[in-house]
Nanobody
Framework: VQVEESGGGLVQPGGSLKLSCVGT????????NYWYRQTPGNQRELVSY???????IYADSVKGRFTISRDSAKNIVYLQMNNLTPEDTAVYYC??????????WGQGTQVTVAS
């Protein structure tokens, strides 16, 4: 079982990026799927999650700018990030916990917002 992120990169302030999290050997739609981010010296913070039923939650800092979604057929969870600011610069991680309590983190994808 693994989850793998992609889609990070360098973008100017005000720009957009779309992150993807692909699940292997785990049906992402069955569980809540999370996006976290981490900057050097800080703990990982929750950015957003989507439940198995499709409900979504966002951190206040990204509300109105980020959108989480899931394509169950492709087994991918997305994080659309708009109007990015330098404060969004971080490594973004995908996370899922299965029904047995096993936790799976991706390797992370770097997002850098700079002019």
């Amino acid at each position: 079982v693994q989850v793998e992120e992609s889609g990070g990169g360098l973008v100017q302030p005000g720009g957009s990026l779309k992150l993807s999290c692909v699940g292997t050997a785990i049906a992402l739609r069955v569980y809540s799927n999370y996006w976290y981010r981490q900057t050097p010296g800080n703990q990982r913070e929750l950015v957003s999650y989507i439940t198995s039923g499709g409900s979504t939650i966002y951190a206040d800092s990204v509300k109105g700018r980020f959108t989480i979604s899931r394509d169950s057929a492709k087994n991918i969870v997305y994080l659309q990030m708009n109007n990015l600011t330098p404060e969004d610069t971080a490594v973004y991680y995908c996370y899922v916990k299965d029904g047995f309590g096993a936790e799976f983190w991706g390797q992370g994808t770097q997002v850098t917002v700079a002019s």
